[in-house]
């Protein structure tokens, strides 16, 4: 294979873990005590891997993870905003006013997790899974945990999951084989970075990991940091 075969190979493999498999990291919370980072695959695929391998012994074969059979698959829904403002409508002096008066919202991405029973024990991988996913999510919720979101348009840092649900499209036919997240970006004060680098400090001296790096600035963006630094915006 030529390299630009292979470079190819490599980013479709890249994309396809990014995108579809995992595109969903926690931060903080849960993900703590993993080193302050940890992808949404870890939780979704652990049971299922293992009933693969245990099915693969069984039969004399062994059952590796595979990018193109996965437990399940994500893809980002429409209507996830990358700006979105408010402005008053009342009448203003004029339109230097009115753009002085322009009010930030937060940013919302809402994701689709995919999976239809697939494999050895499905119903009861999905089960498990399911279970399992729900229980680490509220707990992290509850820990103070985020969420970066990964899309082909945007990196959301720092995201609050706020609700999932069941969105199967066939629930007598498949039931629970699909499922909707949201996330939202709350607004935040521009100190944000010098507090989470107050805290970062505190965790260091106490001997604890550290969280991540994960967008520290007010909009959640990662490029607004070094943009403002070169003066672009």
């Known amino acids: 294979m030529s390299i630009g075969g292979i470079l190819n190979s490599v980013g479709r493999t890249v994309l396809k873990l990014g995108y579809e498999i995992s595109p969903i990291l926690l931060t903080g919370g849960v993900a703590e005590k993993l080193g302050g980072t940890v992808p949404i695959l870890l939780y979704t695929e652990a049971i299922a891997a293992v009933n693969g391998l245990i099915a693969g012994g069984l039969s004399g074969k062994l059952n590796l993870p595979d990018l193109d059979n996965m437990w399940c698959t994500w893809n980002q829904l429409s209507g996830s905003t990358l700006v979105d403002n408010d402005v008053a409508t009342y009448p203003f002096a004029n339109q230097t006013l009115a753009a002085n008066a322009v009010v930030n919202k937060p940013l ?7 999976c239809p029973p697939n494999g050895p024990g499905a119903m009861v991988t999905k089960l498990a899974t399911l279970q399992a996913l729900s229980a680490v999510l509220n707990k992290h919720v509850t820990m103070g945990g985020e969420f970066v979101v990964i899309t082909p348009g945007q990196i959301y840092t720092n995201m609050l999951l706020v609700r999932m649900a069941d969105t199967s499209p066939n629930p007598a036919t498949q039931p629970s084989s699909q499922f909707q997240l949201d996330f939202t970006r709350p607004l935040t004060q521009a100190d944000e970075a010098v507090q989470k680098q107050g805290t970062l400090m505190k965790k260091l001296s106490g001997g ?10 007010g909009s959640g963006n990662l490029l607004e940091g070094p943009l403002t630094g070169l003066g672009v915006i």
């Open 208 to 217: 604890m990991p550290g969280i991540g790096g994960w967008g520290s600035t």
């Open 108 to 114: 919302t991405v809402s994701m689709q997790m995919r």
